[in-house]
Each structure stands twice: as structure tokens, then as C-alpha cells.
């Protein structure tokens, strides 16, 4: 029997074992795909694209009442449980000047590199009643994200989507003078070349295969703008900071995944140069894979709590 999984946060919907006969309820083409491994426990191969996908439109729409979620083929298919984690540690960074977790449309927030999933807005929405905007420079991922709105009118006022024309730019071409975000969050392209990309998508299907080789897949999807660019994780995210002084008064708190321990120091050192009043890295750990949240502001402490 699985037990709960204890790295999740506390307040993930999704700590303990998936249910696949109610989520079997929900999405029926998912009853295909599911199995019982040596250990007697019901399962998917995550490494079959078109089984993670209906896994998690059958997550989205059982906790989240989200309504015929679905993204192409192309497009970057993400964990679920991994998602609503970061919504939640941001949950808790912003509890911080309030004692307690903000909720509702006061709380805005903008999602950098959006894609077609939609994923973060509809948790972070979903979850806090949090406002949301979504970015990214791939008009075709936000058509698909369109639709899933489309599908689920309910959410409209509350998840916008904006195009980034500027593949160079983060927040510039989208924030006007006026705008003011409670935060900002970003899952940035990991990988430097569509080759290391490659590389790196082989080792994780044959870990997740125990080993044996099989063709590659681009397992959970992903277009060039969702999974590498230029320099890779590194670049985007010292281009995102030293993007920040400009809106430092704009944005309370910025955030960012960040995949690769060794970036940390560099990234720490810029922060510290351009003259970040606060920053920190929260762990957040799944299963085997461990990754990490860097988050900054140039908002004093005590005008922190004003903000919110």
C-alpha cells in the first residue's frame, strides 16, 4: 500500500496515493493506461505523454472542478502535485507579513512562460482565489490556454492572458506604469539546446523505464520556448533579475524555479548587486527529484504588509 507522500506541502491536495478508480470516474479513456506493478500498487507509465495528460485532466477536474483541460501534443504536460507546490510555498511567503494566507482577487499574480497548460493559474486561482496573469511568447500556447478558459467560463475575470512580442524580455512589453503584482513566478527553460534538451529527456525515460532504452520521448511534451533557450537556466534567470530592478516597485515579490543547485551562487551574488532589500531559497522537494524556489524583493519590510 502507498503511503502519503510527506514531501508534498502540507496543504497539497495531492499527498496521498491517486485514487485511479475515482479518477477513472472522471476521465474514463485513463482506465487504459492504468496498471498494478510488482508492489500491488495501481500505476501509469509516466513516461507514455498521452497517460500523463489524461492523468492530469482527471486531477484538474476532480480538486480543481476544471473542465475539459487538454493541450496539443507539442506542448510541456506537467506534474500536477509538483505545480500546486510552488502555488502553495508562495501561499506561505506571502502569509509571512499577514500571519495569515491572502486570499482572494486583492492577491494578483503573474505567471511568466504561461504555456498551453494553464496549469499555474488555474491552481493558484483554484486554490487562494488569487487573480491571475498569464505570459508567455508562444501565441499558440496561449490559444490553447484560451480554450481551456473558453471551456470554463467561470474563470474569466479572474485569469487573464497577455502575448510577450520580445523573446529577450521578462516583464518588459508587459507591465504598464500602473500595474502592481502581489508576486510573480516562472518555470524557466532548463536546458541551453534543443540537443542537451534531448540528452536530458533520454535519462529520465529510461529512469522512469527502470533502465532499459527505449526511443526517445519527449515525455510530458514540451516546444522550444517551454524547455531550453539561449545560455539556458542560467541566462533566463539573470535576465529576469537584472529585468527586475526596473519594476521593483511594481512587483512585492519575484519568484523563480530553479532546477540547478550550482546556479544559486551566481544567482545569489546578482541579487546582492543589484541591491535586493530580502531573498531566500525555499526547498521544495518530489518524490526523488528536488528542486528549489529563489524568491527577492526590493520592498522594505515594513511596506510589505501595506501591499497586501
Known amino acids: 500500500m502507498s503511503t502519503e507522500k510527506s514531501s508534498l506541502h502540507t496543504r497539497n491536495l495531492h499527498r496521498n496515493p491517486y485514487d485511479f478508480d475515482l479518477l477513472i470516474s472522471c476521465v474514463p479513456e485513463l482506465k487504459h493506461y492504468v496498471f498494478v506493478n510488482v508492489h500491488g500498487t495501481a500505476t501509469i507509465n509516466?513516461?507514455?505523454?498521452?497517460?500523463?495528460?489524461?492523468?492530469?485532466?482527471?486531477?484538474?477536474?476532480?480538486?480543481?472542478?476544471?473542465?475539459?483541460w487538454d493541450i496539443p501534443e507539442a506542448n510541456l504536460c506537467p506534474p500536477i502535485p509538483g505545480r500546486a507546490d510552488y502555488v502553495h510555498y508562495i501561499a506561505d511567503l506571502l502569509a509571512e507579513?499577514?500571519?495569515?494566507?491572502?486570499?482572494?482577487?486583492?492577491?494578483?499574480?503573474?505567471?511568466?512562460?504561461?504555456?498551453?497548460?494553464?496549469?499555474?493559474?488555474?491552481?493558484?486561482?483554484?486554490?487562494?482565489?488569487?487573480?491571475?496573469?498569464?505570459t508567455d511568447i508562444s501565441e499558440d500556447s496561449l490559444k490553447n490556454a484560451r480554450h481551456i478558459l473558453d471551456q470554463n467560463p467561470d474563470l474569466s475575470s479572474s485569469i487573464q492572458l497577455q502575448h510577450q512580442p520580445n523573446s529577450h524580455h521578462i516583464f518588459k512589453g508587459i507591465l504598464a506604469p500602473e500595474d502592481r503584482?502581489?508576486?510573480?513566478?516562472?518555470?524557466?527553460?532548463?536546458?541551453?539546446?534543443?540537443?542537451?534538451?534531448?540528452?536530458?529527456?533520454?535519462?529520465?525515460?529510461?529512469?522512469?523505464?527502470?533502465?532499459?532504452?527505449?526511443?526517445?520521448?519527449?515525455?510530458f511534451g514540451?516546444?522550444?520556448?517551454?524547455?531550453?533557450?539561449?545560455?539556458?537556466?542560467?541566462?533566463?534567470?539573470?535576465?529576469?533579475?537584472?529585468?527586475?530592478?526596473?519594476?521593483?516597485?511594481?512587483?512585492?515579490?519575484?519568484?523563480?524555479?530553479?532546477?540547478?543547485k550550482d546556479n544559486l551562487y551566481k544567482l545569489?551574488?546578482?541579487?546582492?548587486?543589484?541591491?535586493?532589500?530580502?531573498?531566500?531559497?525555499?526547498?521544495?522537494?518530489?518524490?526523488?527529484?528536488?528542486?528549489?524556489?529563489?524568491?527577492?524583493?526590493?520592498?522594505?519590510?515594513?511596506?510589505?504588509?501595506?501591499?497586501?
Request: charged share 20%; with cysteine; aromatic share 10%.
Open 46 to 68: 509516466f513516461s507514455i505523454p498521452e497517460a500523463v495528460k489524461l492523468l492530469n485532466k482527471a486531477l484538474l477536474l476532480h480538486f480543481y472542478n476544471v473542465r475539459n
Open 97 to 134: 507579513q499577514k500571519s495569515e494566507i491572502p486570499t482572494g482577487n486583492s492577491v494578483k499574480g503573474l505567471d511568466v512562460g504561461v504555456g498551453a497548460n494553464l496549469v499555474y493559474p488555474l491552481i493558484a486561482h483554484k486554490s487562494y482565489g488569487w487573480k491571475m496573469l498569464g
Open 181 to 219: 503584482f502581489t508576486f510573480s513566478m516562472c518555470n524557466p527553460p532548463f536546458h541551453d539546446s534543443k540537443e542537451s534538451m534531448i540528452k536530458g529527456n533520454l535519462r529520465k525515460t529510461k529512469n522512469l523505464n527502470k533502465g532499459k532504452t527505449q526511443k526517445t520521448l519527449l515525455n
Open 222 to 260: 514540451g516546444q522550444q520556448s517551454e524547455l531550453w533557450c539561449e545560455g539556458g537556466e542560467l541566462a533566463f534567470i539573470t535576465n529576469m533579475i537584472t529585468e527586475s530592478v526596473q519594476y521593483s516597485s511594481q512587483i512585492l515579490w519575484f519568484t523563480c524555479l530553479v532546477s540547478k
Open 268 to 308: 545569489t551574488t546578482l541579487l546582492k548587486k543589484v541591491k535586493a532589500v530580502d531573498f531566500k531559497t525555499i526547498d521544495m522537494a518530489q518524490g526523488q527529484k528536488v528542486s528549489r524556489i529563489l524568491v527577492w524583493t526590493f520592498v522594505p519590510q515594513q511596506k510589505r504588509k501595506d501591499w497586501i
